[in-house]
Nanobody, 129 residues
Framework: QVQLVESGGGSVQAGGSLRLSCVAS????????MGWFRQAPGKEREGVAA???????YYADSVKGRFTISKDNAKNTLYLQMNSLKPEDTAMYYC???????????????????????WGQGTQVTVSS
């Protein structure tokens, strides 16, 4: 049974940083597509970043240059380093994982309807101005 558990969220002031973690169990971590998406109350789900099995990454325009996605295969952990946080980054953040390589990493991030095979319960990020 695949389980994804996110952590690292919290409340920070604008300009601050947070690092989110997502620990995966029951999952072949190194071979597949993984990513982060977020959803704020009353807003559409938004892809944030994705990383493919070969290490390729892609970011939403809204976070490019501020967020970094990475993974540690030995620890079965996906990360999202978030710097220069803005109030508009406030949302519940989820990690997602597929059973295959990213079909098109750009689509994985930019298609708000993209659904990963698995996702966690989320971690809340709140950025105050």
């Amino acid at each position: 049974q695949v389980q994804l558990v996110e952590s690292g969220g919290g409340s920070v002031q604008a300009g601050g940083s947070l690092r989110l973690s997502c620990v995966a169990s029951g999952y072949t971590f190194s071979s597949n597509c993984m990513g982060w998406f977020r959803q704020a109350p009353g807003k559409e789900r938004e892809g944030v970043a994705a990383i493919d099995s070969n290490g390729s990454t892609y970011y939403a325009d809204s976070v490019k240059g501020r967020f970094t996605i990475s993974k540690d295969n030995a620890k079965n952990t996906l990360y999202l380093q978030m710097n220069s946080l803005k109030p508009e980054d406030t949302a519940m953040y989820y990690c997602g994982a597929d059973d295959f390589r990213c079909p098109d990493i750009v689509v994985v991030v930019t298609n708000s309807l993209y659904e990963y095979n698995y996702w966690g319960q989320g971690t809340q990020v709140t950025v105050s101005s």
